[in-house]
């Protein structure tokens, strides 16, 4: 459609975190959940791309840095829940319901950069020796995928209980599914079967979604053991773990396409704890060879529910009924011990890690004492907070039961311990600086250039005629930060830049005033064609939401003002969708700074930022799109 003005059709999810620090359902990490609905992306009933995504060359640490991958959670017992009997998966047999786009959307509202799908393939494979996978359990599990993708977040796909070896409803100790691996421990001859099933299933999955791009994932498998979750497993356990782990990898890369580059997770022994990890990590047994890939496509799985009676005592009976509600500052200081290990293992050697499971029993604690509940979201807080502190990106386990977080129906918190469990989280997130820049980070720097008091300027996105960037601001004592994470959507959809931080005011003065200009931000510059029409524009305008009601600030930096006096005005967010239109006749310019006229035949670009009242810390965030230049 030909339009007489420059239009950008982009949606920006900005956030803006001002508090401080935190101080220091039935099922957990070994399932006990479900799924409908589906996305797009596919072409006619086939839910996949029809041809290849875009893939990242970047390392699988440098991605998440880049992509602001933070905070994830998994849409436990649902693909990975199993019937009654034990013999197929089957979405809804825990309990869950279908999973929908409006749950995916509401997940993304939240604060969350990725999902992890577990998938059970019980029941969904064929006899040998083709071993041939149901199609529509395919199926079921791509929509689920494009579901995520379409709310902007990454996923994981895994194999999940097909190792699992417990007692399911009541029965006999067993393994599962087909990963039986305590019986190939001892059998050559079912270990080559195995092996041979394992390879054929990955192949399958793999070349199911060869098209997909980087944001999809895959996990070769989870929490295998023999009976003893990995506690004092022996070297041959570990051996056949990583010949396991060896089968998959060398199944996917041979797909080749996408997947000879896709990111893999590979998990430890058992519950893949960080002990199991690091002790796999130092035999050489964790790794599988990638070829010339290194372990640069590789993200280390590890599973954290330490103390184990204060998260999963008493949620299964592998586990024994003991679980207590109190918890020391011994326990609370082994979470960061934990984290630092993982960090100096990997995380600074270059590789990703996840936590592909954590958290505690939110249902069990709801409705108990306030100290009790006051304990565990400060539990919750601390492991986020170690985490992010120390590059991991923890995924929280929500099965829908007593780890449940997120409701089903919508992907929102109910009000209660469910919603301070969340916030907890989140709040660790957004106030703790991960380790390193992100490798699209620049030299500290101002918009246009300057030193800016101190602020970095971050990695950038292009769309159209305009490049969308960030900046930090460490000027006055304050420390503001934010990043973005870039989502297209596809061709026909718009694009999508989240956008998160923390801002802490400062102080100047004597006595001190709040000081409530320059706060981290965004810039939007223009190319050649989009510049001569913000030159030339009478007014600006665009659509916007958020989640509170909020006063922004829009400003206009020109090339004859170079101490950031910038002329702007600003405009008001509220919960309903509003179009906000601005007359660059009506800019005005900061009680600071030289007196300069406007002169708008001298923009450069435009910038967008929070602001404080006096008095004022709270959180921010909008959704900006449209942004339009009328002449």
């Known amino acids: 459609m030909k339009r007489k003005f420059i239009s950008v059709f982009l949606v920006v999810i900005l956030v803006f975190m001002f508090i401080a620090c935190p101080e220091g359902d039935n099922g957990n990490g070994n399932g006990g959940g479900t799924g409908g609905g589906s996305s797009g992306g596919g072409n006619g009933n086939d839910p996949r791309p029809s041809s290849p995504e875009s893939m990242t060359a970047k390392t699988a640490l440098q991605y998440f840095t880049d992509e602001g991958v933070k905070a994830g959670w998994n849409l436990g017992n649902t693909l990975d829940a199993v019937n009654s009997g034990f013999t197929k998966a089957e979405e809804t047999a825990w309990g869950n319901p279908l999973a929908t786009q409006t749950l995916l959307n509401g ?58 070896y417990s007692s399911p409803g009541g029965q006999a100790v067993r393994t599962w599914g087909f990963l039986d691996f305590k019986n190939a421990l001892t059998d050559t001859e079912k270990n080559t079967q195995i092996k041979d099933e394992l390879g054929k299933v990955w192949t399958q999955i793999a070349n199911y979604f060869k098209n997909y791009g980087d944001y999809l994932i895959f996990e070769t498998m989870n929490e295998v053991h023999s009976g003893n979750w990995g506690d004092r497993a022996s070297n041959d356990e570990q051996d056949l773990l990583f010949d396991w782990k060896q089968i998959a990898l060398n199944a996917i890369r041979a797909t080749g396409g996408n997947n000879a580059t896709r990111f893999v997770a590979v998990p430890g022994l058992g519950s893949t704890e960080p002990e199991y990890v690091i002790a796999a990590h130092s035999r050489g047994k964790l790794f599988p ?288 969708e509003a179009m906000v239109t601005i007359e660059m006749s009506s800019l005005s310019k900061p009680t600071w700074g030289s007196a300069t006229s406007f002169d708008k035949s001298k923009a450069t670009a435009i910038e967008i930022q929070a602001t404080l009242a006096d008095t004022g810390t709270g959180d921010y965030d909008f959704t900006i799109w449209n942004l339009e230049l009328s002449p």
């Open 289 to 576: 060879d990638d070829g010339t890939n290194g372990t640069n496509r590789l993200i280390v799985s590890v599973h954290f529910y330490a103390p184990w009676r204060y998260t999963v005592a008493g949620v299964n009976a592998e586990q024994g009924s003991n679980l207590i509600h109190t918890i020391t500052t011994a326990e609370l200081n082994h979470i960061d011990t934990e984290a630092g290990r993982i960090k100096s293992t990997f995380i600074d050697k270059g590789i990703a890690v996840y936590y592909g499971e954590w958290g505690a029993p939110t249902n069990v604690r709801s409705n108990m004492s306030t100290e009790i509940k006051n304990t565990h979201v400060n539990y919750i807080s601390c492991v986020a907070k170690a985490a992010r502190a120390n590059g991991i990106v923890p995924i929280y386990w929500d099965d829908g039961g007593d780890f449940k977080i997120l409701e089903r129906s919508n992907g929102s918190p109910k009000t209660g311990l469910w919603k301070d469990t969340l916030d907890g989280y989140m709040n660790a997130i957004k106030t703790t600086t991960g380790p390193g820049a992100p490798s699209g980070g620049g030299e500290p720097s101002g918009p246009g250039g300057g030193d800016n008091g101190g602020g970095n300027q971050h990695s950038e996105v292009t769309i159209g005629n305009w490049t969308w960037g960030t900046y930090d601001d460490y000027g006055d004592g304050g420390s503001s930060t934010i990043t973005m994470m870039p989502i297209i959507l596809g061709e026909d959809s718009p694009e999508y830049l989240r956008f998160d931080g923390n801002i802490v005011s400062s102080t100047l003065g004597t006595p001190p005033s709040t000081y409530t200009g320059g706060y981290a931000g965004i810039q939007i510059t223009p190319n050649a064609t989009a510049l001569s029409s913000l030159k030339s524009a009478a007014t600006i305008s665009f659509k916007v939401t958020g989640t509170v009601a909020k006063t922004y600030k829009l400003q206009i930096p020109t090339s004859d003002i170079n101490d950031y006096g910038y002329y702007g005005t600003t405009f008001n967010v509220t919960t309903d």
């Open 107 to 164: 997940v993304k509202a939240q604060g969350f950069d990725i999902v992890r799908i577990p998938c059970t393939w019980l029941g969904h494979i064929g006899s040998a020796p083709d071993y041939i996978i149901d199609e529509n359990r395919l199926k079921r599990v791509a929509e689920i995928v494009n579901m995520v993708h379409a709310a902007g977040m990454k996923a994981i796909i895994n194999i999940h209980h097909d190792g699992n």
